[in-house]
Protein backbone atom coordinates (compact mmCIF):
# COMPACT_ATOMS: atom_id res chain seq x y z
CA UNK A 1 0.00 0.00 0.00
CA UNK A 2 2.83 2.07 1.39
CA UNK A 3 4.24 1.29 -2.51
CA UNK A 4 1.77 2.60 -4.60
CA UNK A 5 0.85 5.75 -2.35
CA UNK A 6 4.89 6.26 -3.67
CA UNK A 7 4.22 5.86 -6.74
CA UNK A 8 1.37 8.19 -6.73
CA UNK A 9 3.27 10.99 -5.04
CA UNK A 10 6.24 10.24 -7.20
CA UNK A 11 3.71 10.59 -10.63
CA UNK A 12 1.90 13.27 -9.27
CA UNK A 13 2.62 16.77 -11.45
CA UNK A 14 5.15 19.22 -10.45
CA UNK A 15 3.98 23.07 -10.50
CA UNK A 16 5.85 25.15 -12.99
CA UNK A 17 8.37 27.44 -11.16
CA UNK A 18 6.53 30.55 -11.71
CA UNK A 19 3.48 29.32 -9.89
CA UNK A 20 5.82 28.06 -6.79
CA UNK A 21 5.71 30.52 -3.63
CA UNK A 22 9.23 30.62 -3.43
CA UNK A 23 8.99 32.37 -6.83
CA UNK A 24 6.13 34.68 -6.35
CA UNK A 25 7.88 36.07 -3.09
CA UNK A 26 11.28 36.32 -4.80
CA UNK A 27 9.49 38.31 -7.66
CA UNK A 28 7.75 40.43 -4.67
CA UNK A 29 10.98 41.56 -3.43
CA UNK A 30 12.68 42.38 -6.22
CA UNK A 31 9.92 44.86 -7.21
CA UNK A 32 10.28 46.30 -3.85
CA UNK A 33 13.98 47.08 -4.68
CA UNK A 34 13.42 48.59 -7.60
CA UNK A 35 11.32 50.78 -6.40
CA UNK A 36 13.32 51.41 -3.38
CA UNK A 37 15.91 52.05 -5.80
CA UNK A 38 14.16 54.53 -7.51
CA UNK A 39 12.92 56.86 -5.18
CA UNK A 40 16.48 56.16 -3.30
CA UNK A 41 17.96 57.75 -6.47
CA UNK A 42 15.56 60.43 -6.18
CA UNK A 43 16.96 61.06 -2.27
CA UNK A 44 20.89 60.55 -3.27
CA UNK A 45 20.06 63.11 -6.03
CA UNK A 46 18.98 65.69 -3.68
CA UNK A 47 21.72 64.73 -1.17
CA UNK A 48 24.61 65.03 -4.00
CA UNK A 49 23.06 68.25 -4.95
CA UNK A 50 23.09 69.15 -1.02
CA UNK A 51 26.64 68.00 -1.21
CA UNK A 52 27.46 70.03 -4.18
CA UNK A 53 26.05 73.21 -2.53
CA UNK A 54 27.48 72.22 1.14
CA UNK A 55 30.62 71.71 -1.34
CA UNK A 56 30.66 74.59 -3.03
CA UNK A 57 30.09 76.64 -0.11
CA UNK A 58 33.23 74.91 1.70
CA UNK A 59 35.21 76.06 -1.24
CA UNK A 60 34.13 79.83 -1.10
CA UNK A 61 34.60 79.41 2.87
CA UNK A 62 38.20 77.94 2.06
CA UNK A 63 38.75 80.77 -0.54
CA UNK A 64 37.75 83.33 2.16
CA UNK A 65 39.82 82.06 4.72
CA UNK A 66 42.75 81.78 2.11
CA UNK A 67 42.13 84.92 1.63
CA UNK A 68 42.36 86.16 4.81
CA UNK A 69 45.66 84.34 5.64
CA UNK A 70 46.91 85.75 2.32
CA UNK A 71 46.18 89.32 4.18
CA UNK A 72 47.61 88.27 7.16
CA UNK A 73 51.04 86.94 5.50
CA UNK A 74 50.80 90.32 3.62
CA UNK A 75 50.87 92.39 7.30
CA UNK A 76 54.40 90.13 8.34
CA UNK A 77 56.44 92.57 6.08
CA UNK A 78 55.96 90.91 2.67
CA UNK A 79 56.75 87.73 3.49
CA UNK A 80 58.31 85.97 0.06
CA UNK A 81 59.30 82.96 -1.09
CA UNK A 82 63.56 83.00 -2.30
CA UNK A 83 66.17 80.27 -2.80
CA UNK A 84 68.24 81.72 -0.45
CA UNK A 85 67.52 84.17 2.58
CA UNK A 86 69.25 87.59 3.86
CA UNK A 87 69.46 89.12 7.03
CA UNK A 88 66.09 90.82 7.04
CA UNK A 89 63.79 88.25 5.12
CA UNK A 90 60.64 86.96 6.94
CA UNK A 91 59.43 83.27 5.85
CA UNK A 92 57.16 80.69 6.62
CA UNK A 93 57.82 77.13 7.06
CA UNK A 94 53.89 75.78 7.09
CA UNK A 95 52.20 77.37 10.22
CA UNK A 96 56.13 78.58 11.41
CA UNK A 97 57.00 82.57 10.61
CA UNK A 98 60.88 82.18 10.45
CA UNK A 99 62.56 85.57 10.69
CA UNK A 100 66.67 86.04 10.11
CA UNK A 101 67.32 88.73 12.76
CA UNK A 102 71.06 89.05 12.37
CA UNK A 103 74.52 86.92 11.52
CA UNK A 104 77.81 88.26 13.07
CA UNK A 105 81.39 87.08 14.21
CA UNK A 106 80.87 85.27 17.62
CA UNK A 107 83.99 85.66 20.31
CA UNK A 108 83.57 83.14 22.47
CA UNK A 109 84.75 84.06 26.72
CA UNK A 110 85.70 80.98 27.46
CA UNK A 111 89.15 79.89 27.05
CA UNK A 112 89.07 76.61 26.47
CA UNK A 113 86.52 76.97 23.65
CA UNK A 114 88.42 79.03 21.17
CA UNK A 115 88.69 78.00 17.68
CA UNK A 116 91.93 76.28 15.98
CA UNK A 117 94.11 78.62 13.94
CA UNK A 118 92.84 80.06 11.18
CA UNK A 119 89.29 79.49 12.02
CA UNK A 120 86.69 81.66 13.85
CA UNK A 121 83.31 81.43 15.21
CA UNK A 122 79.68 82.57 13.48
CA UNK A 123 76.26 83.41 14.57
CA UNK A 124 73.03 83.64 12.93
CA UNK A 125 70.13 84.60 14.92
CA UNK A 126 66.46 83.74 14.11
CA UNK A 127 62.95 84.20 15.67
CA UNK A 128 60.33 81.50 15.24
CA UNK A 129 56.87 82.09 15.56
CA UNK A 130 54.22 79.37 15.86
CA UNK A 131 50.56 80.75 13.69
CA UNK A 132 49.25 77.22 13.94
CA UNK A 133 47.08 75.43 16.19
CA UNK A 134 49.74 72.50 16.67
CA UNK A 135 52.89 72.40 18.89
CA UNK A 136 56.15 73.11 16.93
CA UNK A 137 59.93 71.73 17.99
CA UNK A 138 62.64 74.18 17.17
CA UNK A 139 66.17 72.58 17.38
CA UNK A 140 69.69 74.13 16.68
CA UNK A 141 70.33 70.07 15.63
CA UNK A 142 68.25 71.05 12.51
CA UNK A 143 70.81 73.35 11.27
CA UNK A 144 74.01 72.46 8.98
CA UNK A 145 76.83 75.13 7.64
CA UNK A 146 78.80 75.24 4.71
CA UNK A 147 81.85 77.34 3.81
CA UNK A 148 82.79 77.08 0.47
CA UNK A 149 80.75 74.08 -0.15
CA UNK A 150 82.57 72.50 2.75
CA UNK A 151 80.61 71.32 5.98
CA UNK A 152 81.58 72.77 9.40
CA UNK A 153 81.61 72.04 12.60
CA UNK A 154 78.50 73.33 15.09
CA UNK A 155 79.93 75.36 18.07
CA UNK A 156 77.68 75.07 21.59
CA UNK A 157 77.96 78.54 23.20
CA UNK A 158 77.46 78.94 26.94
CA UNK A 159 75.38 81.95 25.85
CA UNK A 160 72.04 81.90 27.22
CA UNK A 161 69.84 82.82 23.95
CA UNK A 162 69.16 78.58 23.08
CA UNK A 163 67.07 78.58 20.26
CA UNK A 164 65.53 75.17 20.66
CA UNK A 165 61.88 75.05 21.94
CA UNK A 166 58.85 73.60 21.87
CA UNK A 167 56.05 76.59 20.63
CA UNK A 168 52.25 75.91 21.48
CA UNK A 169 49.92 77.48 19.15
CA UNK A 170 50.44 81.54 19.55
CA UNK A 171 53.92 81.21 21.46
CA UNK A 172 57.35 81.96 19.97
CA UNK A 173 61.17 82.26 20.54
CA UNK A 174 64.55 83.81 19.44
CA UNK A 175 67.90 82.54 19.59
CA UNK A 176 71.27 81.66 18.07
CA UNK A 177 73.06 79.05 16.21
CA UNK A 178 77.13 78.94 16.36
CA UNK A 179 79.65 77.56 13.74
CA UNK A 180 83.20 77.25 13.63
CA UNK A 181 84.55 78.32 9.84
CA UNK A 182 87.80 78.96 8.14
CA UNK A 183 88.55 82.99 8.35
CA UNK A 184 89.09 83.08 4.71
CA UNK A 185 85.69 81.59 3.57
CA UNK A 186 84.30 83.35 0.52
CA UNK A 187 80.74 82.19 0.65
CA UNK A 188 79.03 81.01 4.17
CA UNK A 189 75.83 79.16 3.71
CA UNK A 190 73.72 77.35 6.49
CA UNK A 191 70.72 74.82 5.86
CA UNK A 192 67.31 74.18 7.95
CA UNK A 193 65.88 71.43 7.41
CA UNK A 194 62.28 71.81 7.64
CA UNK A 195 61.17 68.14 7.10
CA UNK A 196 63.33 65.39 8.33
CA UNK A 197 61.93 62.76 5.75
CA UNK A 198 62.38 64.50 2.47
CA UNK A 199 65.29 66.75 3.08
CA UNK A 200 63.58 69.39 2.70
CA UNK A 201 66.37 72.89 2.86
CA UNK A 202 66.27 76.44 3.67
CA UNK A 203 69.05 78.13 2.93
CA UNK A 204 70.24 81.33 4.16
CA UNK A 205 73.40 83.76 3.63
CA UNK A 206 75.99 84.75 5.78
CA UNK A 207 76.07 88.05 5.45
CA UNK A 208 78.96 89.12 8.47
CA UNK A 209 77.95 91.45 10.89
CA UNK A 210 74.45 93.04 10.25
CA UNK A 211 71.26 93.51 12.19
CA UNK A 212 68.16 93.42 10.91
CA UNK A 213 66.62 95.48 13.75
CA UNK A 214 63.75 93.08 14.31
CA UNK A 215 62.36 92.85 17.77
CA UNK A 216 59.94 90.27 18.77
CA UNK A 217 56.64 90.84 18.91
CA UNK A 218 54.99 89.81 22.59
CA UNK A 219 51.92 88.69 23.77
CA UNK A 220 50.98 89.82 27.40
CA UNK A 221 47.51 87.93 26.82
CA UNK A 222 46.75 85.67 30.24
CA UNK A 223 45.09 82.21 29.78
CA UNK A 224 41.97 82.49 30.88
CA UNK A 225 41.76 79.32 32.76
CA UNK A 226 45.10 78.80 34.02
CA UNK A 227 45.50 77.45 37.59
CA UNK A 228 47.66 79.43 40.55
CA UNK A 229 49.51 77.72 43.32
CA UNK A 230 47.00 76.03 45.46
CA UNK A 231 45.10 74.74 42.49
CA UNK A 232 44.54 70.99 41.88
CA UNK A 233 43.43 70.25 38.62
CA UNK A 234 42.47 66.78 37.56
CA UNK A 235 45.01 65.65 34.14
CA UNK A 236 44.79 62.37 32.33
CA UNK A 237 44.85 59.47 34.73
CA UNK A 238 46.65 61.91 36.81
CA UNK A 239 45.93 64.75 39.47
CA UNK A 240 47.95 67.79 39.90
CA UNK A 241 48.42 70.06 42.81
CA UNK A 242 50.33 73.05 42.31
CA UNK A 243 51.91 72.90 45.57
CA UNK A 244 54.55 76.63 45.43
CA UNK A 245 56.11 79.06 43.12
CA UNK A 246 59.19 81.39 44.35
CA UNK A 247 62.42 82.78 42.51
CA UNK A 248 65.38 80.87 43.20
CA UNK A 249 68.83 81.65 43.98
CA UNK A 250 71.45 79.03 42.57
CA UNK A 251 74.31 78.46 44.82
CA UNK A 252 76.28 76.82 41.31
CA UNK A 253 78.62 79.82 40.55
CA UNK A 254 78.70 78.18 36.90
CA UNK A 255 75.13 78.01 36.47
CA UNK A 256 73.45 81.96 37.06
CA UNK A 257 71.03 83.54 35.46
CA UNK A 258 72.25 86.18 32.50
CA UNK A 259 71.93 89.74 33.19
CA UNK A 260 68.38 91.10 33.19
CA UNK A 261 67.15 87.52 33.73
CA UNK A 262 65.68 84.99 37.48
CA UNK A 263 65.32 81.79 38.25
CA UNK A 264 62.06 81.04 39.15
CA UNK A 265 60.84 77.63 40.78
CA UNK A 266 57.49 75.74 40.88
CA UNK A 267 56.66 72.94 43.03
CA UNK A 268 54.30 70.81 41.99
CA UNK A 269 52.58 67.07 43.46
CA UNK A 270 51.49 64.40 41.11
CA UNK A 271 49.03 61.25 41.97
CA UNK A 272 48.28 58.82 40.01
CA UNK A 273 44.63 58.11 39.67
CA UNK A 274 45.13 55.01 36.69
CA UNK A 275 46.02 51.69 36.51
CA UNK A 276 48.87 51.39 35.04
CA UNK A 277 53.24 53.37 35.84
CA UNK A 278 52.61 57.09 35.44
CA UNK A 279 56.16 58.67 33.69
CA UNK A 280 56.49 62.16 35.20
CA UNK A 281 59.24 64.30 33.49
CA UNK A 282 60.16 68.09 33.51
CA UNK A 283 60.49 67.72 30.25
CA UNK A 284 56.62 67.66 29.89
CA UNK A 285 57.11 70.96 31.44
CA UNK A 286 57.24 74.40 28.92
CA UNK A 287 57.70 78.19 30.59
CA UNK A 288 56.86 81.48 28.28
CA UNK A 289 57.14 85.11 29.37
CA UNK A 290 55.33 87.50 27.51
CA UNK A 291 54.74 84.64 25.23
CA UNK A 292 58.33 84.02 24.16
CA UNK A 293 59.83 80.39 24.88
CA UNK A 294 61.92 80.63 28.32
CA UNK A 295 64.88 78.42 28.82
CA UNK A 296 64.78 75.33 31.73
CA UNK A 297 67.09 74.87 34.09
CA UNK A 298 68.31 71.54 35.63
CA UNK A 299 69.97 72.60 38.75
CA UNK A 300 68.21 71.11 41.36
CA UNK A 301 68.30 67.93 43.35
CA UNK A 302 64.03 67.73 43.46
CA UNK A 303 63.76 68.53 39.55
CA UNK A 304 60.50 66.65 39.36
CA UNK A 305 61.10 63.20 37.32
CA UNK A 306 60.22 59.55 38.08
CA UNK A 307 57.77 56.88 37.47
CA UNK A 308 55.21 56.26 39.87
CA UNK A 309 52.77 53.20 40.08
CA UNK A 310 48.94 53.36 40.33
CA UNK A 311 47.96 55.23 43.45
CA UNK A 312 51.32 56.64 44.18
CA UNK A 313 52.28 60.23 44.42
CA UNK A 314 55.79 62.02 43.61
CA UNK A 315 56.56 65.97 44.00
CA UNK A 316 59.43 67.89 42.85
CA UNK A 317 59.95 71.43 41.06
CA UNK A 318 60.75 72.77 37.40
CA UNK A 319 63.05 75.63 37.32
CA UNK A 320 62.92 78.38 34.71
CA UNK A 321 65.34 81.40 33.49
CA UNK A 322 62.47 84.45 32.97
CA UNK A 323 63.31 88.38 32.23
CA UNK A 324 63.15 90.42 35.22
CA UNK A 325 60.45 92.88 33.58
CA UNK A 326 58.13 90.03 32.01
CA UNK A 327 54.55 91.14 32.06
CA UNK A 328 52.87 87.72 32.14
CA UNK A 329 54.84 84.54 32.93
CA UNK A 330 52.88 81.10 32.42
CA UNK A 331 54.50 77.22 32.33
CA UNK A 332 52.64 74.86 30.30
CA UNK A 333 52.61 71.34 31.06
CA UNK A 334 51.99 68.77 28.15
CA UNK A 335 49.17 66.23 29.33
CA UNK A 336 48.77 64.61 26.51
CA UNK A 337 51.41 64.45 23.22
CA UNK A 338 49.09 63.28 21.11
CA UNK A 339 46.60 65.84 21.10
CA UNK A 340 48.57 68.84 22.53
CA UNK A 341 46.63 69.69 25.51
CA UNK A 342 48.06 71.28 27.67
CA UNK A 343 47.52 72.82 31.41
CA UNK A 344 48.52 75.94 31.94
CA UNK A 345 49.67 77.58 35.67
CA UNK A 346 50.03 81.02 36.67
CA UNK A 347 53.62 82.11 37.53
CA UNK A 348 53.05 85.78 37.25
Known amino acids: MSEINNEVKASKPKKPFYKRAWFIVLVVIVVIGILGAAFGSGDDSKKDSDNKVATEKDKKNDTSKENNDNNDDSKDDDIQVKDIYNVGDILKDGDIKIVYVSSGDYTEDNEFMQPEDGMKYIFLTFAFINAGKKDESISFYSFDCYADGYACDMHYSNDDDDLSATLSAGRST ?47 TRTEDAYKVGDIVAGSKVNIKYVSCEDYTSDNQFIQPKSGYHFVSLTFEFENTGNS ?71 K
Open 174 to 220: MGSIYFEVPVDAEVIEVEYETNVFTNEKIKFAFEGNKDSGYVLEENT
Open 277 to 347: DRIVSAFSFCCYANGVACDQTYLRDDNLNGTISAGRKIKGTVTFEVPDDAEVIEVEYDDNVWTSKKIVFTV
